[in-house]
């Protein structure tokens, strides 16, 4: 806040590998899209920090003007444009493996994706970041019993995708054909 722009790479050294992370899940796992978001957030961090003197805690702090760029950036209607990476590059040694787990990773990404977005930001701020639940709480404004609550809506709804994905064809018309005897 004083001038300092060696301070100021610090923070950008030492938070930049897990915001890009974190704006990465955000907009969809984009790394151009990324990128630019977290130029964006660092720049907006840089100008408040110069701007304005009142405390702030600084993880939490960065975290909420990345969340904010964010889903700003999801709400304006913009197609995904595809990366030319992801088209050109070798196989790897075994390309069945590497597609189950990419099938895999897909899936858990789409349900992340469908989850609210204060769900997304709070399960991607706990399991990715490893942010506690006060710098959560700060980041999304929100109490920290409310946080644990948003953390444990979302993880029923991650589990409760995946059992309906792994369930059975079979199993899922026996249902329905109950369901509609019942009436």
């Known amino acids: 806040r004083l001038g300092y722009d060696d301070a100021f790479e610090v923070i950008d050294d030492r938070y930049r590998p897990a915001l890009l992370a974190y704006t990465r899940q955000m907009l969809g796992w984009s790394n151009a ?44 209607p913009v197609p995904a444009p595809c990366e030319l990476y992801d088209v050109s590059r070798p196989p790897s040694r075994d390309p069945v493996a590497e597609a189950e787990q990419r099938e895999t990773v897909g899936r858990l990404v789409s349900d992340i994706q469908r989850l609210p977005q204060q769900q997304r930001s709070a399960i991607l701020m706990s399991a990715v970041d490893g942010m506690r639940y006060v710098e959560i709480a700060a980041a999304l404004e929100i109490s920290e019993p409310a946080v644990k609550s948003v953390l444990n809506r979302a993880r029923r709804s991650l589990h409760a995708a995946k059992e309906a994905r792994e369930a059975a064809c079979v199993d899922i018309r026996a249902e329905l054909d109950r369901a509609h005897d019942r009436k």
Do not use: G
């Open 33 to 76: 899209d990324a990128e630019d978001a977290l130029q964006e957030v660092l720049l907006r961090a840089y100008s408040a920090l110069r701007r304005d003197d009142r405390p702030v805690t600084l993880r939490a702090w960065l975290y909420r003007i990345a969340h904010n760029y964010c889903i700003d950036q999801v709400r304006r």
